[in-house]
């Protein structure tokens, strides 16, 4: 059976890079690496967690139709390269691209079968809290990034699943169930019956 591709979005500072890592652990899931044009925080790696690109690298990569989507996130680009998601996919690893939501719906458009996951805080308090000790922004980029989280929030009826992370433990396990569930569907199972008919 081929992979799954699960999209995961959610407010800055909701939890998606924490929780990324841990399904990381499993070995079904693998990680679609983005370009950014964003700075590189401290502990970050080129090509592990992105790879970090010049506004006019990223924009060749726009004019050369390497992204399957890209958008403009609080004054910096963030896009999808089209090399890997489809051959991991085809290998039966799960693919999961954690995206904001504008590149959300790009992808909704491209690949209808893939699973989108909204991924929250329990509140707007939490978030901002979070957002804050994580430490890694100046604070005008902290409230950039609370503004355009109440416009994704805002958009959250695009999601299949809702995933609130208040306990983390919590929040792996249902995208667990959720992935788990998604391959019983009996969409994926037309070639097996199909067999099971011929034999
Ligand atoms: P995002 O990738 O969505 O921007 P992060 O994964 O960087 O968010 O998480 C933001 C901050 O919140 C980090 O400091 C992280 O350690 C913390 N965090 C993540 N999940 C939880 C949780 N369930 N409870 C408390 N703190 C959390
Ligand atoms: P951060 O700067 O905190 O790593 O990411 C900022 C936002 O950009 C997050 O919402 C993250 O999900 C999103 N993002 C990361 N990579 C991509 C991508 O390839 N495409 C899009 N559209 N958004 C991305």
């Not at 963030?78 to 590149?103: C, H, M, R, S, W």
Request: charged share 35%; net charge negative; with cysteine.
């Amino acid at each position: 059976m081929e992979g799954l591709k699960l999209v995961l979005s959610g407010p800055s500072g909701s939890g998606k890079g924490t929780i990324v890592q841990e399904l990381l652990k499993d070995d079904n899931f693998k990680l679609s690496i983005s370009a950014t044009t964003r700075n590189k925080r401290e502990g970050e790696i080129h090509g592990v967690h992105y790879f970090y690109k010049t506004k006019i690298e990223f924009e060749e990569m726009i004019k050369n139709n390497e992204l399957i989507e890209y958008a403009h996130f609080c004054d910096n680009y963030y896009g999808t390269p089209k090399a890997f998601i489809n051959e991991v996919v085809k290998e039966g690893f799960d693919i999961i691209l954690e995206i904001e939501v504008q590149g959300a719906l790009q992808v909704k458009r491209r690949y209808p079968d893939a699973i989108f996951i909204f991924i929250m805080a329990p509140t707007f308090e939490e978030l901002k809290e979070r957002l804050i000790s994580r430490n890694t922004e100046l604070p005008e980029v902290v409230e950039k990034r609370l503004e355009r989280a109440r416009e994704e929030l805002l958009l959250f009826k695009e999601y299949d699943y809702i995933v609130i992370n208040d306990s983390l433990k919590d929040a792996i396990e249902q995208i667990r169930y959720i992935t788990k569930s998604e391959k019983l569907k009996s969409k994926h199972y037309k070639e097996h019956i199909q067999s099971m008919l011929e034999n």
